[in-house]
């Protein structure tokens, strides 16, 4: 790849954001939410009662299981059906689901089967969600702004889950948990809310593919840039599984830690948003998702050394791994057509999670049998290896990105 950073013609003004731009968002942003208060508030209840890393990895492993098994099948649903429906579907059953918890917690009933039964089933309606609400950016917003919104819309995702931890923590630590399952229906009501305002849109796309749109699929590497964005998810979701171990045993902190440690990594993610436009405009988008995804798999050997060491570290490795997520998942969007989106993310949702699943197991066995550090190398390892090996066969045969208006030129 080389860079043309320099005497960039001018690019065209994108189009204003519509109706469905303005809805995504914050629907996105309120569903990851609603999930992630939901998983971090489980994971300290079965971590504080059980005191097992295993516990907290049992338990990501169980969220794992219906999108793994079910996210490929969920996206050809929603290639078939209408994908506002399906979301607000799987938002108004979420919202259902998350108070079964808190309910069951009120007449003195035991906490910890419950907890696992109910994350198991709003993961399984995430698995519904996710391909659906992945596939609406291209069925519902501009073409000429489905590079930017889509940086916007991981944003939505990912800040969505960071803060969750970080509101989640504070919470737990001045509140308890039950208040937090409770909070967490409330998040998919108002998600629900957004997506009815939506409206029903006729699909834009003719009866069949057109021949560009085959050759732009078989002409793009769309397996590695799909792993690789998988490797990302892999990062993210053992993450949450070490971190809270980490300052729990490692550090020997609470939740009010915890909380500290994921506001920083959302600050990292938001600036990560702010950015990005200009860094890809200067390096590229494969090159600068390649890097980041690099750069944040080797942060795990930072993090155990000191607990001001993984303050001063989340920062970064949240604004590189941003930036990696995004530039993959533009990379992707600009590649498929709009009919095989939803089986695209659902089959990279699979994909992530199976490995995000095998991984927690490992990363969990190291730090019971050893100590919490030995997790984190061995994730920090495997993740930069992978990414290293793939985006070495993809140089040269992926294609920068079209220049963002005011920016300058792109890596092509």
């Not at 971590?47 to 338990?59: M, P, Q």
């Not at 490797?231 to 020997?252: A, H």
Request: charged share 10%; hydrophobic share 55%; aromatic share 8%.
């Amino acid at each position: 790849m080389t860079i043309t950073a320099s005497a960039a013609p001018p690019a065209p003004s994108l189009p204003r954001p519509g109706r469905a731009e303005r809805l995504l968002l914050p629907a996105t942003f309120i569903t990851s939410l609603g999930n992630g208060i939901q998983l971090v508030a489980a994971a300290v209840l079965v971590f504080t009662t059980g005191h097992s890393a295993l516990a907290v990895g049992w338990l990501y492993i169980l969220v794992s299981i219906p999108p793994a098994l079910l996210s490929l099948w969920f996206g050809g649903i929603a290639d078939r059906f209408d994908r506002r429906t399906l979301c607000l579907i799987a938002d108004l059953a979420s919202a259902a689901a998350a108070l079964v918890l808190p309910l069951w917690m009120l007449v003195g009933g035991d906490s910890g089967p419950v907890a696992y039964g109910t994350a198991f089933a709003l993961a399984l309606l995430a698995a519904m969600f996710m391909p659906a609400s992945n596939a609406l950016i291209k069925e519902r917003v501009h073409p000429a702004r489905v590079a930017r919104f889509s940086s916007h819309y991981e944003m939505a995702l990912q800040l969505g889950t960071l803060l969750a931890a970080s509101i989640g923590g504070f919470l737990i630590h001045f509140v308890g948990t039950a208040p937090l399952f409770v909070f967490n229906g409330a998040t998919f009501l108002a998600s629900a809310l957004a997506m009815w305002a939506l409206r029903r849109a006729p699909r834009s796309t003719d009866a069949g593919e057109t021949q560009a749109e085959l050759n732009e699929v078989d002409g793009s590497p769309l397996l590695r840039l799909g792993f690789l964005y998988a490797v990302c998810q892999v990062m993210t979701m053992v993450s949450n599984t070490t971190l809270i171990v980490l300052v729990y045993e490692g550090f020997g902190r609470g939740a009010g830690v915890y909380g500290l440690v994921d506001a920083l990594a959302g600050l990292g993610f938001c600036i990560a948003a702010a950015l990005y436009p200009k860094v890809i405009g200067r390096f590229g988008e494969f090159r600068t998702a390649a890097v980041g995804g690099i750069v944040c798999a080797l942060c795990s050997f930072v993090f155990p050394i000191h607990l001001a060491a993984l303050l001063i570290c989340i920062p970064p490795a949240a604004f590189m791994i941003g930036l990696s997520r995004v530039g993959m998942r533009s990379l992707l969007l600009a590649a498929v057509p709009e009919r095989r989106a939803g089986r695209m993310f659902g089959a990279i949702n699979a994909v992530g999670l199976g490995l995000s699943a095998a991984m927690t197991v490992l990363v969990a066995w190291i730090a019971d049998t050893t100590h919490i550090r030995y997790g984190f190398y061995l994730l920090g390892a495997v993740c930069a290896a992978a990414f290293v090996v793939t985006a070495v066969t993809l140089r040269g045969r992926v294609s920068g990105v079209a220049p963002v208006p005011g920016v300058g030129g792109v890596a092509s």
